[in-house]
């Protein structure tokens, strides 16, 4: 396993308090809510896994030696786990979703081609394969077609919930003002990146 | 390529700027030296942008000094040779080479000579290129033929359309890179951006000359700017989603810098129309 301090990007001589912070500002990062449906989820999980278990490991050992072994208090564990689970009843859409899950789109939207009914799942499976595919245009409007026809259902919304609300994810320490705030000459200025200084 | 894909210079550490401009340099210093006097032109920031997203990671960055090409009178820190900054250079002489073709066959007579002239010019560069990257080079072609055959049938899906072009530039990455799978997440939805930022910048353009426009053919002829926004913001999003997972070592704050600030704010001045002024000004006359 590697240095959990490495892992935390922190030095050995950091106090509870910096390992914490440390701690903190990665499981933001790589919160599963980041990377929802995301191609590279399983990466992010991965991620989270390794810095959990390096949190873990860091508070066990300053809290004695391993001698008692205290259960980790601030750490964001579990939550690779909490992947929510919707079932569905048609079979051939329990297969559909396995392939996604899976990343065999290619598949997948072969299999669902063949249902004839289109149905709001239908529609909610194939914004799914669109969205892992990145074709979020028509994701969205899949995703749309589902809710207008079964608005009730709450996986639905959640998902097109997500399209219409960009910019929530994460942003490092720094980046988190936008480009909203500058004004039109900055813009020409700033944009203008090797000139503007007059070395080129 | 097209310029869009730049940093936002004030928000850049000196040292990150430094960086920036170190690259861009070696990246024209590596043209040359592989590709003769001419290549240089077509150096821009998309490819600096590539040459920095590609290069291993590394902990700290000591530059060279060498002669610009530009004034060989003055001597700029350049960064070093290396198989990221090579590849960036093979890949805009390829793609250069084949955006030209494409001039040739679409422009009116005189642009389309000009074209023409162009591409006579960078033939024998191309043929190298093609040369060290036959996968890249198919990949170019592949992808650009299917965006005119999209084109010509007057395709209404703005995805579809710009999946071409994001496959196109997805396939930039080296398949060998460990981090091959961020790399094409990240380069996949640079490519969709670039495309449809570049098609919403020739919207009007477009629509005087009567001609296909994938932005005009999903929204109509105006366009519709907040659902164009919604969906770019999206891609720019994976790309930051993306970035966050892979290892860019000493390179990440410019990176983030292009994904978080430069792209977005290119975004709003193609969208307010400020951009048309701030194209005029760019690559020629850095790249000299």
Known sequence: ??????????????????????????????????????????????????????????????????????????????????????????????????????????????????????????????GSIAYRKGWLDEAMQNYTMAVQMEPSNMEYRQALNMMQQRGGGYRPYGYTNTVDGLDCCTTMLCLNCLCGGGHC | MFGYVRPLRQELKCRDFDLYRATYCGLCRCLRRRYGPVAPMFLNFDFTFLALLLWQPEETFTPCRGRCHANPLVQKPMCPDSPALELAADESIILAWWKLRDSVRDEKFWEGMSAQALSGLLYPAYRKAAGLRPEFDRAVRDSLEELTALETEQCASLDRTADTFARLLRSAAPASDPRSRVLEQLLYHLGRWIYLIDARDDLSEDREADRYNPVA????????????????????????????????????????????????????????????????????????
């Open chain 1, 1 to 126: 396993m590697k240095d959990p301090y490495s892992v935390l990007g922190v030095s050995q001589s950091a106090s509870d308090e910096e390992v914490k912070k440390a701690y903190r500002e990665l499981a933001r990062k790589y919160h599963p809510d980041n990377y929802q449906n995301n191609p590279l989820a399983d990466l992010a999980e991965e991620k989270m896994k390794e810095i959990n278990e390096a949190y873990d490991a860091i508070t066990k050992q300053r809290a004695g030696g391993g001698g008692y072994q205290q259960q980790s208090s601030g750490s964001y564990g579990g939550y690779a786990q909490q992947q929510r689970s919707y079932s569905s009843n048609n079979p051939t859409y329990a297969r559909v979703r396995n392939l996604i899950n899976a990343g065999d789109l290619g598949t997948a939207e072969r299999l669902l081609y063949e249902v004839g009914r289109k149905d709001g799942e239908w529609y909610f499976l194939s």
């Open chain 2, 217 to 288: 053919a999903r929204y109509g002829p105006e366009g519709d700017d907040p659902a164009l926004k919604l969906t770019l913001d999206h891609s720019l999003e994976l790309m930051g989603a993306a970035l966050q997972l892979g290892d860019f070592g000493c390179r990440t704050p410019v990176l983030e810098n292009v994904v978080y600030l430069g792209l977005p704010l290119v975004q709003r001045a193609v969208f307010d129309g400020s951009w048309a002024q701030i194209k005029k000004q760019k690559i020629w006359r850095n790249g000299q």
